[in-house]
Protein backbone atom coordinates (compact mmCIF):
# COMPACT_ATOMS: atom_id res chain seq x y z
CA UNK A 1 0.00 0.00 0.00
CA UNK A 2 0.96 3.57 -0.84
CA UNK A 3 1.87 5.51 2.63
CA UNK A 4 1.91 9.16 2.84
CA UNK A 5 2.76 10.04 5.91
CA UNK A 6 2.63 13.89 7.70
CA UNK A 7 4.85 13.99 10.64
CA UNK A 8 1.75 15.93 12.70
CA UNK A 9 -1.52 14.99 13.31
CA UNK A 10 -2.21 18.42 15.04
CA UNK A 11 -0.13 21.42 15.64
CA UNK A 12 -0.86 24.84 17.54
CA UNK A 13 1.75 27.23 16.93
CA UNK A 14 1.79 31.04 17.67
CA UNK A 15 1.39 34.51 15.40
CA UNK A 16 4.65 34.57 13.81
CA UNK A 17 6.25 30.93 14.44
CA UNK A 18 8.26 29.52 11.81
CA UNK A 19 6.08 25.95 11.22
CA UNK A 20 7.23 23.32 9.12
CA UNK A 21 4.86 20.73 8.18
CA UNK A 22 6.55 17.61 6.74
CA UNK A 23 5.61 15.13 4.02
CA UNK A 24 7.37 11.46 3.26
CA UNK A 25 5.99 9.13 0.62
CA UNK A 26 7.24 5.67 0.45
CA UNK A 27 6.27 4.80 -3.07
CA UNK A 28 9.27 6.31 -5.26
CA UNK A 29 6.74 8.60 -6.48
CA UNK A 30 7.81 12.09 -8.39
CA UNK A 31 4.95 14.23 -8.23
CA UNK A 32 4.17 15.86 -4.30
CA UNK A 33 1.66 18.32 -3.47
CA UNK A 34 0.28 20.10 -0.68
CA UNK A 35 -3.26 21.08 -0.29
CA UNK A 36 -4.65 22.85 2.20
CA UNK A 37 -8.68 22.81 3.29
CA UNK A 38 -11.05 25.12 4.54
CA UNK A 39 -15.24 24.76 5.26
CA UNK A 40 -16.96 25.67 2.46
CA UNK A 41 -13.34 26.11 0.24
CA UNK A 42 -12.78 22.58 -0.62
CA UNK A 43 -9.22 21.99 -1.77
CA UNK A 44 -6.74 24.41 -2.61
CA UNK A 45 -3.56 23.79 -3.77
CA UNK A 46 -0.37 26.03 -2.39
CA UNK A 47 3.16 24.52 -4.23
CA UNK A 48 3.45 21.16 -5.37
CA UNK A 49 6.88 19.84 -6.66
CA UNK A 50 7.37 16.84 -10.17
CA UNK A 51 11.13 16.71 -9.34
CA UNK A 52 13.82 17.32 -6.50
CA UNK A 53 14.82 20.14 -5.82
CA UNK A 54 11.64 21.77 -8.27
CA UNK A 55 8.49 23.57 -7.01
CA UNK A 56 5.78 25.13 -8.85
CA UNK A 57 3.41 27.75 -7.33
CA UNK A 58 -0.03 26.37 -6.67
CA UNK A 59 -3.57 28.65 -6.68
CA UNK A 60 -2.54 30.27 -2.97
CA UNK A 61 1.30 30.51 -2.23
CA UNK A 62 1.49 33.45 -0.31
CA UNK A 63 2.81 32.78 3.47
CA UNK A 64 4.15 29.66 2.27
CA UNK A 65 7.62 28.12 0.52
CA UNK A 66 8.50 24.32 0.30
CA UNK A 67 11.58 22.31 0.21
CA UNK A 68 12.32 19.40 -1.75
CA UNK A 69 16.02 17.87 -1.25
CA UNK A 70 15.16 14.48 -1.30
CA UNK A 71 12.65 12.36 -3.77
CA UNK A 72 10.34 11.32 -0.95
CA UNK A 73 10.07 14.45 1.64
CA UNK A 74 8.12 17.71 0.47
CA UNK A 75 8.21 20.02 2.96
CA UNK A 76 5.82 23.14 3.56
CA UNK A 77 7.16 26.13 5.80
CA UNK A 78 5.07 29.26 6.57
CA UNK A 79 7.97 31.52 6.90
CA UNK A 80 5.67 34.16 9.76
CA UNK A 81 2.48 32.12 11.09
CA UNK A 82 -0.53 33.90 10.72
CA UNK A 83 -3.68 33.44 12.25
CA UNK A 84 -5.02 33.18 8.52
CA UNK A 85 -3.33 29.95 8.24
CA UNK A 86 -5.03 28.00 10.78
CA UNK A 87 -6.78 25.27 8.85
CA UNK A 88 -6.26 21.63 7.50
CA UNK A 89 -3.05 20.43 5.28
CA UNK A 90 -3.08 17.71 3.16
CA UNK A 91 0.02 16.31 1.88
CA UNK A 92 -0.41 13.86 -1.35
CA UNK A 93 2.14 12.24 -3.72
CA UNK A 94 1.47 10.57 -7.53
CA UNK A 95 3.56 8.66 -10.13
CA UNK A 96 1.37 11.10 -12.64
CA UNK A 97 -0.33 13.45 -12.69
CA UNK A 98 -3.67 11.51 -11.94
CA UNK A 99 -4.03 9.48 -9.05
CA UNK A 100 -3.28 11.32 -5.91
CA UNK A 101 -2.31 9.46 -2.60
CA UNK A 102 -3.10 11.56 0.24
CA UNK A 103 -1.87 11.43 3.89
CA UNK A 104 -3.66 11.82 6.96
CA UNK A 105 -3.37 15.27 7.37
CA UNK A 106 -2.06 17.93 9.73
CA UNK A 107 -4.80 20.39 11.79
CA UNK A 108 -3.07 23.38 12.12
CA UNK A 109 -4.17 26.14 14.60
CA UNK A 110 -2.01 29.47 14.61
CA UNK A 111 -3.34 31.34 17.82
CA UNK B 1 -11.15 29.71 -16.25
CA UNK B 2 -11.32 26.38 -15.24
CA UNK B 3 -13.62 25.10 -12.23
CA UNK B 4 -15.30 21.83 -11.07
CA UNK B 5 -18.51 22.31 -8.78
CA UNK B 6 -21.18 20.40 -7.60
CA UNK B 7 -24.87 20.66 -7.98
CA UNK B 8 -25.63 19.11 -4.29
CA UNK B 9 -23.71 20.34 -1.46
CA UNK B 10 -25.33 17.61 0.89
CA UNK B 11 -27.52 15.06 0.27
CA UNK B 12 -29.41 12.59 2.80
CA UNK B 13 -29.56 8.85 1.71
CA UNK B 14 -31.86 6.38 3.37
CA UNK B 15 -29.45 3.08 4.29
CA UNK B 16 -30.15 0.39 1.16
CA UNK B 17 -30.95 3.16 -1.20
CA UNK B 18 -28.91 4.49 -4.11
CA UNK B 19 -26.84 7.12 -4.11
CA UNK B 20 -26.07 9.76 -6.94
CA UNK B 21 -23.43 12.65 -6.53
CA UNK B 22 -23.04 15.08 -9.28
CA UNK B 23 -20.39 17.05 -10.70
CA UNK B 24 -20.29 19.46 -13.10
CA UNK B 25 -16.83 20.58 -15.01
CA UNK B 26 -16.21 23.21 -17.10
CA UNK B 27 -13.19 22.82 -19.41
CA UNK B 28 -14.21 20.58 -22.21
CA UNK B 29 -10.33 19.34 -22.86
CA UNK B 30 -10.24 17.90 -19.51
CA UNK B 31 -9.16 14.51 -20.40
CA UNK B 32 -9.22 12.60 -17.12
CA UNK B 33 -11.81 12.38 -13.71
CA UNK B 34 -11.77 11.11 -10.63
CA UNK B 35 -13.74 10.89 -7.46
CA UNK B 36 -12.50 10.98 -3.65
CA UNK B 37 -13.90 9.98 -0.29
CA UNK B 38 -13.22 11.80 2.98
CA UNK B 39 -14.71 10.64 5.87
CA UNK B 40 -14.38 12.83 9.30
CA UNK B 41 -10.58 13.41 10.17
CA UNK B 42 -8.83 11.43 7.58
CA UNK B 43 -7.15 11.99 4.07
CA UNK B 44 -9.01 11.89 0.79
CA UNK B 45 -9.16 8.19 -0.69
CA UNK B 46 -9.56 7.44 -4.27
CA UNK B 47 -12.98 5.68 -4.82
CA UNK B 48 -12.71 5.39 -8.92
CA UNK B 49 -10.95 7.70 -12.06
CA UNK B 50 -12.35 7.47 -15.65
CA UNK B 51 -11.01 8.92 -19.02
CA UNK B 52 -12.83 10.84 -21.61
CA UNK B 53 -12.27 7.89 -23.95
CA UNK B 54 -15.17 6.37 -21.43
CA UNK B 55 -18.39 6.63 -20.72
CA UNK B 56 -19.29 4.32 -17.99
CA UNK B 57 -17.02 3.01 -15.63
CA UNK B 58 -17.72 0.47 -12.78
CA UNK B 59 -15.81 -0.83 -9.15
CA UNK B 60 -17.49 -2.53 -5.66
CA UNK B 61 -20.38 -0.81 -5.58
CA UNK B 62 -19.64 2.36 -6.91
CA UNK B 63 -20.03 3.55 -11.14
CA UNK B 64 -19.11 6.55 -12.36
CA UNK B 65 -20.53 8.24 -15.63
CA UNK B 66 -19.40 10.68 -17.70
CA UNK B 67 -21.51 12.71 -19.62
CA UNK B 68 -18.85 15.03 -21.99
CA UNK B 69 -21.98 16.19 -24.02
CA UNK B 70 -23.27 18.78 -20.76
CA UNK B 71 -19.90 18.41 -18.86
CA UNK B 72 -21.39 15.92 -16.43
CA UNK B 73 -19.76 13.87 -14.01
CA UNK B 74 -21.98 11.60 -11.55
CA UNK B 75 -20.91 9.16 -8.86
CA UNK B 76 -23.72 6.57 -8.42
CA UNK B 77 -23.23 4.18 -5.05
CA UNK B 78 -25.41 1.21 -4.57
CA UNK B 79 -27.21 -0.04 -1.64
CA UNK B 80 -25.49 3.16 0.63
CA UNK B 81 -24.59 2.05 4.01
CA UNK B 82 -23.73 4.04 7.22
CA UNK B 83 -19.82 3.72 6.37
CA UNK B 84 -20.49 5.51 2.86
CA UNK B 85 -21.24 8.61 5.22
CA UNK B 86 -18.65 10.84 3.96
CA UNK B 87 -17.66 14.31 1.62
CA UNK B 88 -17.15 13.34 -1.73
CA UNK B 89 -15.25 15.14 -3.86
CA UNK B 90 -14.82 15.07 -7.72
CA UNK B 91 -11.36 15.96 -9.85
CA UNK B 92 -10.78 16.91 -13.49
CA UNK B 93 -7.20 17.02 -15.05
CA UNK B 94 -7.43 19.81 -17.89
CA UNK B 95 -4.11 19.52 -19.13
CA UNK B 96 -1.51 17.14 -19.19
CA UNK B 97 1.17 17.95 -16.64
CA UNK B 98 -1.15 19.82 -14.50
CA UNK B 99 -2.03 19.44 -11.08
CA UNK B 100 -5.87 18.12 -10.85
CA UNK B 101 -8.18 20.59 -10.28
CA UNK B 102 -10.88 19.59 -6.81
CA UNK B 103 -14.36 20.63 -6.62
CA UNK B 104 -15.48 22.12 -3.27
CA UNK B 105 -17.23 18.59 -2.22
CA UNK B 106 -20.87 16.65 -1.40
CA UNK B 107 -21.47 15.71 2.23
CA UNK B 108 -23.31 12.36 1.83
CA UNK B 109 -25.05 11.37 4.94
CA UNK B 110 -26.42 7.93 5.50
CA UNK B 111 -29.98 7.62 7.32
CA UNK B 112 -30.42 4.28 8.99
Known amino acids: DVKVTQSSRYLVKRTGEKVFLECVQD?????MFWYRQDPGLGLRLIYFSYDVKMKEKGDIPEGYSVSREKKERFSLILESASTNQTSMYLC??????????FGSGTQLSVL | GESVGLHLPTLSVQEGDNSIINCAYSNSASDYFIWYKQESGKGPQFIIDIRSNMDKRQGQRVTVLLNKTVKHLSLQIAATQPGDSAVYFCAENPRRNTPLVFGKGTRLSVIA
Open chain 1, 92 to 101: ASSPLNEKLF
Open chain 1, 27 to 31: MDHEN
